[in-house]
């Protein structure tokens, strides 16, 4: 079974966020210039802007074990509408 693009970035995305709060006041610049390049590909990916992405992105519970998976179900139903 393989992985889409699509959900690959969705993995690639909650990590680089991960990444970001675990940095927090280390010069995490570089991370957050690579957490808005994903968010960039998501929005190609998908097919919808920054400002309907942004209503699944700006909300992620990082504590949920699959943040990614609900991530890429919650802009796929989206793209579908």
Excluded: P, W
């Excluded at 990444?19 to 919808?48: A, N, P």
């Amino acid at each position: 079974m393989s992985v889409s693009k699509a959900e690959l970035c969705c993995y690639e995305y909650v990590n680089a966020i991960k990444d970001i709060e675990h940095y927090t006041g280390q010069g995490i610049y570089s991370l957050d210039v690579h957490r808005s390049k994903l968010h960039d590909r998501l929005c190609s990916l998908f097919g919808l802007t920054k400002d309907v992405t942004k209503r699944f992105t700006d909300n992620l519970n990082l504590d949920d074990c699959k943040v990614a998976e609900q991530l890429y179900m919650d802009l796929l139903d989206e793209s579908r509408k």
